[in-house]
Nanobody
Framework: QVQLVESGGGLVQAGGSLRLSCAAS????????IVWFRQAPWKEREFVAA????????FYADSVKGRFTISRDNAENTVYLQMDSLKPEDTAVYYC????????????????WGHGTQVTVSS
């Protein structure tokens, strides 16, 4: 089981950029698919982006496609989420999660979670 720690959140103006990191412990990190979810106040947790363990395929929610980029560095046990052209509606707590199978968008399918990092985008 991997343990995950997010970092890189903060306050940014609309149109700005942030890069989130998801650092994992464990020697089997390369066998995990990693997903970013986010949760805004009074809203359900929603899928943002994912990267598979097998062929590094990437997946994005329509709301972030073209603005966010997910990548992974297995040597560093880290997954990154580059967020550009940020909008106020991107404001949320961002979580990374892992599972040892193919990517799915249902958060209930993930059994390893970080504690989250706050992203706030001002207008």
């Amino acid at each position: 089981q991997v343990q995950l720690v997010e970092s890189g959140g903060g306050l940014v103006q609309a149109g700005g950029s942030l890069r989130l990191s998801c650092a994992a412990s464990g020697r089997t990190f390369a066998t995990y698919s990693i997903v970013w979810f986010r949760q805004a106040p009074w809203k359900e947790r929603e899928f943002v982006a994912a990267i598979s363990w097998s062929d590094y395929s990437t997946f994005y929610a329509d709301s972030v496609k073209g603005r966010f980029t997910i990548s992974r560095d297995n040597a560093e046990n880290t997954v990154y989420l580059q967020m550009d052209s940020l909008k106020p509606e991107d404001t949320a707590v961002y979580y990374c999660a892992a599972r040892r199978h193919a990517v799915v968008s249902n958060p209930n399918a993930y059994d390893a979670w970080g504690h989250g990092t706050q992203v706030t985008v001002s207008s």
